[in-house]
Structure formats: C-alpha cells, structure tokens
C-alpha cells in the first residue's frame, strides 16, 4: 500500500482572499520603502522649496561647514544688496569709502577729515558677521556675490567659510576693542590740539584787550593834547579790532557747525570719544579752527592707518582659518587661493566687509598660500576623499527677512505657541 498524502483543500474565495492580503502587504512594503528611498535620496526637498534658489545654496555649505568643522553655536546667514558708494569725499557728502582706498585726486583741502572719518566708519568692522542674543552670530553676504558664485560652488564655499571664521575667532568683538582703543587714543590728541586752540585764542584776546586799552589811552592823551585826527584815529582802529574780532568768531562758529554737522552722524557711531574731543572746538574763530583742523586730519588718518593695520592682522588670521574649514568639508582649499585673494566685484566696493579692504593682493596670496602649506597632507588633498554623509540640522528660516538659521544639536530653541501667546497676555490682563 501506498502511503496517503496529505491534501488540503481551499474554498476558492478563500483563497482569493489570502492572495489579496498578500498583494496588499507587497504593494504597501514597496510603497513605504519608495519613500523611505525617496527621503534618503533627497533629504533636503523641503529646504529647497522653503529657501529658493538664492538662500538655499548658502544654507547647504553653511550647514556642511558647521557639520564637518562642529560649530557648536547657532549661525544665521541672510543675503542683502549693496550700491556702489561715490569715495569722492565733501563736508555736505560724506559717503562711506573702503578701507584701503588711497586719497582721492582733486580732493579739496577742507575734506581731508571727511576722507578720513569714511574710511574710518568703513573699516570700523571685520567681515560682516554679527553678535546674536542666543551666543551665535548673524552672517550677512552680499547678495551680488552669492548671485556671482552660484556656479562655483567651492569658492562660495571659501566666502561662506572666512564670514564662518571671523565669527568663531570673534573677531569682529576684537576688532571694535582696538577701534575704541584708537578713538581713546586719538580723543586725547585731539583734545590736547583744542586746549591748545584755546590758550592761544585767550592770549591774542588778552593782548588785543591791552593793546586797545593802550591805543584808547593814547586817543584821549591825544584829544586832549589837541590832536584831535590823531585820537579820532586811534578810535577808529579800536573799533575795527572789535569788529575784526567779532566777524572771526561769528565766522569761526559758521565753519565748526557745518564741520560738527556734516560728521557727526559717522562719528557718534564709529568714534564718539573723538567726536567729543572735536565738539571742544566751540568758540574759536575762524583762523583757529582752520588751524586746529589741521592737527584734527593728522589724527584721524593716523587713526585708519593704525586701525587698518588691525584689520589685516585679523584678515590673515581668519584666512588661515576658513582654509582649515573648506578642506575638512572635503574641497580643495587651493580654490580659495583665487577667491580671496582677488580684488573684489565692484558691486561690493560700498561694504564694510573684510573680502571688501583686502591689502595688496599679492601679499594677501602668500600667507593664503601659506595657511594652505601649513596644513596636514590628508586636508590639503580632501577633494579627493569621498564626501561623508551628515544628519541635517534643525533650520528656521524668516521670510521677512530672507535670514536662514542653522543649529547644532541641543541649541535648538524653543518656539512660542499660539497657546503660549495667549497665556502670556492672560497672565498679564486676565483671563
């Protein structure tokens, strides 16, 4: 005998119904693992229909740079736009100049100051970075130039990571200490040139009291001796010495107002110590003020001078820097040899920005050169490794004005709700 097989027997819709649950979990594995491919493919979709195509290549290297490099404090960049600035200095139009700029053929005399005071408010920040309340830092790029690199990815990339670099090293905090410590300096100069001013107005003054007191003594010696032309003379001298006197003064404050009023608004910001040292001149006249101008210019210029040379200090070392951070973002810190060492576009000639007062190109490319050659074997050929891939970090981004943050893990703050909102003003008002 044969041994019996098993056999079991399926009702037909029965077996309809298990071919369709199958199907089912089939399609839906395929359909969760289409998007769980779909997602890992392209984790930043959402990112790029938020930002545009503007904001979004910007918010990528910042991202990968703060990755890579572990920035540990939240960093906002946001992109503006820029005119070009007229250098061609004037008492009535004191328009900002970058630093660097040499004195302007056909300059009038009198506008050496303004000269001066521009370059000062121009050069009186590194790079364009910013102090946020939360501990991080606001980077703002000139959208010309984001716009211009669109393109070219890697030197984006070295623009992005010098701002990146200023505001590690805190550099524009360093860099507004020496400022204040230059007006200081400058203040007590000018100072000293106005007390100066002075003194030797009250002597003329006094001299010019006791020389009128002696010829009005000799007018009456001469009345009554008879010669009367000879005393009517002496008066008529004394007279016009106070109208002369009284016209220099008149004059003098005429020329101090236009001089305070015309760089004042630069000043109060950028030099207000030297500012105050300058409102002293009130009440010289004329042929004083002009005088003390004078030593005032001297200052001043040697203020940029000294202040300049603070920059470029700083400029280097953030160089030094933002090289170190390409290369360990996997790109080749060769390509910011051409990017930052180049002149600028004219479009960025207005802004007070460190990739905007580079020193002689050729200098600035030998200590680039430099940092590069300093750097370990393995960062300075990183565009050959193969790019590591990073979880995203938390962003918000304020479409009024188009400023996108990035923030590390664990620096994400928290947000008010509507219901917080509204509790807020409960607690305050009642409910």
Known sequence: ?????????????????IAAVLLGASLIHLVLGSRAAA?????????????????????????????????????AITLGSTSPADCQATAANPAPCPTG??????LPKDATLAWAVQLIAASNSLGSSQKLSNGGYMLRMNKATVDSLALKPTQLACVIAQELAHATLDQPQRFRTRSLELDSQT?????????????????????MTIAMG?????????????????????????????????ADAKAGGQVFQTYITAYYPILRTNAPLSLAAIAGMEGLSNNFV??????????????RKQLETSQQQLLREADARS????????????????????DPPQDAQAGPTADSTPAAPTERRKALQAAINALPASLRNADKKPLVPYPPLAYWLDRNTNTMSVFPTG?????????????????LLGR
Request: hydrophobic letters at 35%; proline letters at 5%; charged letters at 20%.
């Open 1 to 17: 005998m044969k041994a019996s097989t098993p056999c079991f027997w399926i009702l037909p819709g029965v077996r309809q119904g």
């Open 39 to 75: 997602q890992s493919a392209d984790r930043y979709a959402e990112a790029r229909r938020e930002m545009g195509e503007d904001l979004y290549p910007a918010y990528r290297i910042l991202e990968r740079l703060m990755q890579v490099n572990r920035i540990a404090t939240p960093m």
């Open 101 to 106: 700029t040499p004195l302007p053929s056909g």
């Open 187 to 207: 203040a007590s100069l000018i100072s000293a040139a106005v007390n100066n001013a002075h003194t030797a107005q009250r002597n003329r003054d006094t001299w």
């Open 214 to 246: 002696l010829s009005a003594v000799g007018s009456g010696l001469s009345a009554a001796g008879g010669n009367l032309n000879q005393g009517n003379q002496a008066a008529i001298d004394n007279q016009f010495r106070a109208f002369t006197m009284l």
């Open 290 to 303: 002009k005088r003390t101008q004078k030593d005032i210019d001297l200052y001043l210029v040697d203020y």
């Open 323 to 342: 090289v170190e951070f390409v290369a360990r973002a996997s790109i080749n810190p060769q390509t910011c040899l051409e990017t930052l060492s180049s």
């Open 411 to 427: 620096t994400v703050p928290k947000r008010p709700t509507a219901r917080d909102k509204t509790r807020s003003v409960e607690s």
